[in-house]
C-alpha cells in the first residue's frame, strides 16, 4: 500500500471513503528556521513523514499539509513566516468546522510544532464543546512519553528545538536535507528563551538551535523514534475513540 492524499482524489473519490469511514490525518507544523544543518520546513516535514507511513498501513488519507504556524521568536533569523495565535485558532477551527460538515468525525491531528498548542488547544475545546459526536486526537509527537522514555535510554537526554530528536527524525525522513558536518546546538538553554523577543532570540541563540550536540544524530536514531511513533499512534487510531 501507499500513502493516500487527499488533495488526490475526486470528491466522488471522498464521498465514497466516508460511506466506510470518517477518519482523517491532519498535519500541522510551521516555516521557521531550525539551526544551520536542518531546513526550514522541518515542523511540516517530520510529522508529514509520520503521517504518510500511517496512511500507508491504515489507508487514512492525509489533509494538505497546513504549513505554517505560530513562529514569533524565529523572525530574526530568515526563511520563517509566523501567524499570529489568533489567525492560527481561527484557522485551526474553520478546518475543524469545514471537515465536520463534509462527514469527517475522528480528526488525528499531527502537529510537528510547539508554537501551535496554545492555537489547537483552545481550537479542540471549542469544537468539541459543540459537536459532541467529533473526536479530535492531538497529537505533539516530541511530548510523547514514549519518545522522551527512549531519548533518555538511547542517549541519556531530551533536547529541544532543531537538536538530537528533530535532526534524527529528518535523517530518517529526509538525509539529503541535513547537513550534519553543521549541526550545532547551543547547550543549557532552557525552554522559556520563546518568550523573548525575536532579535533577543537570534542574539541569546546565533545558531538558531539548540541541544547538546545534534550531530550525535543518526539515520538508525531517527528510524527507531519513527517506528516507535508510527506504532503508538496505529494502535490508537486503529483501536476504539
Ligand atoms: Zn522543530
Given at each position: 500500500?501507499?500513502?493516500?492524499?487527499?488533495?488526490d482524489?475526486?470528491?466522488?473519490?471522498?464521498e465514497?471513503?466516508?460511506?466506510?469511514d470518517?477518519?482523517?490525518?491532519?498535519?500541522?507544523?510551521?516555516?521557521?528556521?531550525?539551526?544551520?544543518?536542518?531546513?526550514?520546513?522541518?515542523d511540516?516535514?517530520?510529522?508529514?513523514?509520520?503521517a504518510?507511513?500511517?496512511?500507508?498501513?491504515?489507508?487514512?488519507?492525509?489533509?494538505?499539509?497546513?504549513?505554517?504556524?505560530?513562529?514569533?521568536?524565529?523572525?530574526?533569523?530568515?526563511?520563517?513566516?509566523?501567524?499570529?495565535?489568533?489567525?492560527?485558532?481561527?484557522?485551526?477551527?474553520?478546518?475543524?468546522?469545514?471537515s465536520?460538515?463534509?462527514?469527517?468525525?475522528?480528526?488525528?491531528?499531527?502537529?510537528?510544532?510547539?508554537?501551535?498548542?496554545?492555537?489547537?488547544?483552545?481550537?479542540?475545546?471549542?469544537?468539541?464543546?459543540?459537536?459532541?459526536?467529533?473526536?479530535?486526537?492531538?497529537?505533539?509527537?516530541?511530548?510523547?512519553?514514549?519518545?522522551?522514555?527512549?531519548?533518555?535510554?538511547?542517549?541519556?537526554?531530551?533536547?529541544?528545538?532543531?537538536?538530537?530528536?528533530?535532526?534524527?527524525?529528518?535523517?530518517?525522513?529526509?538525509?539529503?536535507?541535513?547537513?550534519?558536518?553543521?549541526?550545532?546546538?547551543?547547550?543549557?538553554?532552557?525552554?522559556?528563551?520563546?518568550?523573548?523577543?525575536?532579535?533577543?532570540?537570534?542574539?541569546?541563540i546565533?545558531?538558531?538551535?539548540?541541544?547538546?550536540?545534534?550531530?550525535?544524530?543518526?539515520?538508525?536514531l531517527?528510524?527507531q523514534?519513527?517506528?516507535?511513533?508510527?506504532?503508538?499512534?496505529?494502535?490508537?487510531?486503529?483501536?476504539?475513540?
Amino acid at each position: 500500500m501507499r500513502p493516500i492524499y487527499l488533495a488526490d482524489l475526486s470528491w466522488p473519490d471522498v464521498e465514497e471513503y466516508l460511506t466506510r469511514d470518517d477518519r482523517l490525518l491532519l498535519v500541522t507544523g510551521a516555516t521557521e528556521q531550525h539551526g544551520r544543518h536542518l531546513p526550514v520546513g522541518t515542523d511540516n516535514i517530520i510529522p508529514f513523514t509520520l503521517a504518510e507511513r500511517l496512511s500507508t498501513r491504515t489507508g487514512i488519507p492525509i489533509a494538505p499539509v497546513m504549513n505554517y504556524g505560530a513562529s514569533e521568536a524565529h523572525m530574526a533569523f530568515p526563511g520563517t513566516f509566523s501567524l499570529s495565535t489568533e489567525t492560527l485558532q481561527a484557522v485551526y477551527l474553520d478546518l475543524i468546522q469545514s471537515s465536520y460538515r463534509q462527514g469527517w468525525r475522528r480528526l488525528f491531528i499531527m502537529n510537528g510544532h510547539g508554537g501551535n498548542i496554545a492555537a489547537w488547544s483552545w481550537a479542540a475545546t471549542v469544537a468539541t464543546k459543540v459537536k459532541k459526536d467529533l473526536k479530535l486526537y492531538l497529537s505533539h509527537w516530541w511530548t510523547e512519553a514514549r519518545v522522551r522514555d527512549f531519548m533518555r535510554e538511547a542517549v541519556g537526554r531530551n533536547e529541544g528545538h532543531a537538536g538530537l530528536e528533530e535532526t534524527a527524525m529528518m535523517m530518517a525522513a529526509r538525509p539529503y536535507l541535513v547537513r550534519l558536518n553543521e549541526a550545532q546546538g547551543h547547550a543549557d538553554i532552557s525552554e522559556d528563551i520563546w518568550t523573548h523577543s525575536a532579535e533577543e532570540v537570534r542574539q541569546l541563540i546565533p545558531l538558531g538551535a539548540i541541544g547538546e550536540n545534534p550531530a550525535q544524530a543518526t539515520t538508525d536514531l531517527g528510524e527507531q523514534l519513527v517506528e516507535h511513533l508510527v506504532r503508538e499512534y496505529e494502535a490508537l487510531i486503529q483501536g476504539p475513540w
